[in-house]
């Protein structure tokens, strides 16, 4: 899952991108009041989405090809269980990205409860899938490993991806498939804009998501004991950043809204609101996953080594979550505004140069093995923090009304 996961999340991020331009073009839209313009992009995003997830299903062969050259130092084993679970998720791309771009057009409308009770219900069934696929069960279903969890994974998004498509067909919400009215744009027109604002996102996660995997690749450098700690953590810490996440769409939807209501200072309020709530969150998260540390690490492995390890880079993880918060909520209510190319810079600086050279100076130079290679990540969200915080502190003075985007200058 380390391998895999990993590659996964890195891809399915990357070709996601325009989903970016789904949320800051569907909330404008619906702060704007125009009904007919965030249906058009909602349907147009579907199909983009349709279109992209076949050509990364079709491609699943080259990826599953490729995954030796980019893991050399694991075992037999894992890289089996990986290309098991890749074999299965990649080819569930487009199930996957319908399922993502129908939560973001909900959630960029304002309603963050339907994607909230459809994401409850089919995690309900991600975990007793989980259970039966992957250990097997009853004497009938055998153990599949990590090809179970894959399954498991592409059955839970299509539940989500048939839920969240048919709550968008209600003509009651503020973004509905089937609402009429007439538009004043054009399909061409939306498109280029998706684009504009998507392009800059795509790059950024290219180069995230290559620093990423390189960041990864140091971890393998340190052995499977080490992979399987560093995936205990990643796992504690994903509940840890899909919540700043969550406070991260809440800013992305409200910036957009605020600014296609022409209401900058009510944006600005937006993003700092939610970047502070994130804050107190996950530094409460981190608190408590340092302290219940010998609780929770043993749930995912029973293995002497892998705790040890895991253990000793927890306070780590702990520290990490103010700074992950802030980067994170502010980095999405950049996007939710239209401004990519500031968040592809302050990606750039953070993912390749500090979090890589980092990682490499604590992990390989100075030999603090995964407690290195955490303190590399820390250091990156540090320093996007700081910057994030900076450019949404300057006010070079007010913004007339004909600035469109006027939360960064």
Same mark, same amino acid.
């Given at each position: 899952?380390?391998?895999? @996961?990993?590659?996964?999340?890195?891809?399915?991020?990357?070709?996601?991108?325009? =989903?970016?331009?789904?949320?800051?073009?569907?909330?404008?839209?619906?702060?704007?009041g125009?009904?007919?313009g965030?249906?058009?992009?909602a349907?147009?995003s579907?199909?983009?989405a349709? +279109?992209?997830?076949?050509?990364?299903? $079709?491609?699943?062969?080259?990826?599953?090809?490729?995954?030796?050259?980019v893991?050399?130092?694991?075992?037999?084993?894992?890289?089996?269980?990986?290309?098991?679970? $890749?074999?299965?998720?990649?080819?569930?791309?487009?199930?996957?990205?319908? +399922?993502?771009? +129908?939560?973001?057009?909900?959630?960029?409308?304002?309603?963050?409860?339907?994607?909230?009770?459809? @994401?409850?219900?089919?995690?309900?069934?991600?975990?007793?899938?989980?259970?039966v696929?992957?250990?097997?069960?009853?004497? %009938?279903?055998?153990?599949m490993?990590?090809?179970?969890?894959?399954?498991?994974?592409?059955?839970?998004?299509?539940?989500?991806?048939?839920?969240?498509?048919?709550? $968008?067909?209600?003509?009651?919400?503020?973004? !509905?498939l089937?609402?009429?009215? =007439?538009?004043?744009g054009?399909?061409?027109?939306?498109?280029?804009?998706?684009?504009?604002?998507?392009?800059?996102?795509?790059?950024?996660?290219?180069?995230y998501? /290559?620093?990423?995997m390189?960041?990864?690749?140091i971890?393998?450098?340190?052995?499977?004991?080490?992979?399987?700690?560093?995936? !205990?953590?990643?796992?504690?810490?994903?509940?840890?950043?899909?919540?700043?996440?969550?406070?991260?769409?809440?800013?992305?939807? $409200?910036?957009?809204q605020?600014l296609?209501?022409d209401?900058?200072?009510?944006?600005?309020?937006?993003?700092?609101?939610?970047?502070?709530?994130?804050?107190?969150? /996950?530094? !409460?998260?981190g608190?408590?996953? /340092?302290?219940?540390r010998?609780? %929770?690490?043993?749930?995912f492995?029973?293995?002497?080594?892998?705790?040890?390890?895991?253990?000793?880079?927890?306070?780590? /993880?702990?520290?990490?979550?103010?700074?992950?918060?802030? @980067?994170?909520?502010?980095?999405?209510?950049?996007?939710?505004?239209?401004?990519?190319?500031?968040a592809?810079?302050v990606?750039?600086?953070?993912?390749?140069?500090?979090?890589?050279?980092?990682?490499?100076?604590?992990?390989?130079?100075?030999g603090?093995?995964?407690? @290195?290679?955490?303190l590399g990540s820390?250091?990156?969200?540090l320093?996007?923090?700081?910057?994030?915080?900076?450019?949404?502190?300057?006010?070079p003075?007010?913004?007339?009304?004909? =600035?469109?985007?006027?939360?960064?200058?």
């Amino acid at each position: 899952m380390q391998i895999g @996961g990993a590659l996964e999340w890195s891809i399915w991020s990357v070709f996601a991108a325009f =989903e970016v331009g789904t949320i800051a073009r569907v909330g404008r839209l619906v702060g704007a009041g125009d009904r007919a313009g965030a249906r058009r992009v909602a349907r147009l995003s579907l199909g983009m989405a349709i +279109a992209i997830g076949l050509v990364l299903a $079709l491609a699943t062969p080259l990826v599953l090809a490729a995954l030796p050259l980019v893991a050399t130092r694991v075992s037999d084993e894992a890289m089996s269980e990986a290309r098991g679970y $890749l074999g299965v998720t990649i080819a569930a791309s487009p199930i996957v990205f319908v +399922a993502a771009t +129908a939560t973001a057009t909900l959630q960029a409308g304002g309603d963050t409860r339907t994607p909230l009770l459809i @994401g409850v219900g089919a995690n309900i069934i991600h975990i007793a899938l989980n259970r039966v696929l992957i250990l097997g069960a009853f004497g %009938i279903v055998p153990a599949m490993g990590a090809r179970g969890a894959g399954i498991s994974t592409a059955v839970t998004f299509a539940i989500e991806a048939v839920l969240a498509t048919m709550a $968008l067909t209600s003509r009651a919400r503020p973004v !509905s498939l089937r609402a009429e009215g =007439e538009t004043s744009g054009t399909i061409r027109e939306e498109a280029s804009q998706l684009v504009r604002i998507g392009g800059p996102a795509f790059l950024e996660r290219v180069l995230y998501h /290559l620093g990423f995997m390189t960041y990864a690749l140091i971890v393998t450098r340190l052995g499977d004991a080490a992979m399987a700690a560093n995936q !205990s953590l990643i796992s504690v810490e994903s509940i840890c950043f899909l919540s700043a996440d969550g406070f991260g769409v809440a800013a992305a939807a $409200l910036v957009a809204q605020k600014l296609g209501a022409d209401k900058p200072d009510q944006a600005r309020s937006a993003a700092w609101i939610a970047a502070r709530y994130a804050v107190i969150t /996950l530094t !409460s998260f981190g608190i408590g996953a /340092l302290l219940l540390r010998d609780v %929770i690490l043993p749930i995912f492995s029973d293995d002497p080594a892998v705790f040890v390890i895991g253990r000793s880079a927890m306070p780590v /993880l702990a520290i990490a979550q103010p700074f992950m918060a802030m @980067g994170v909520v502010l980095a999405q209510a950049l996007r939710g505004a239209g401004k990519t190319r500031q968040a592809l810079g302050v990606s750039l600086m953070g993912a390749v140069p500090v979090r890589l050279a980092a990682a490499w100076l604590f992990t390989i130079v100075l030999g603090f093995g995964l407690v @290195g290679v955490w303190l590399g990540s820390t250091t990156d969200w540090l320093v996007r923090a700081a910057i994030l915080a900076t450019l949404f502190r300057r006010r070079p003075g007010e913004p007339t009304r004909t =600035e469109p985007e006027p939360l960064v200058q």
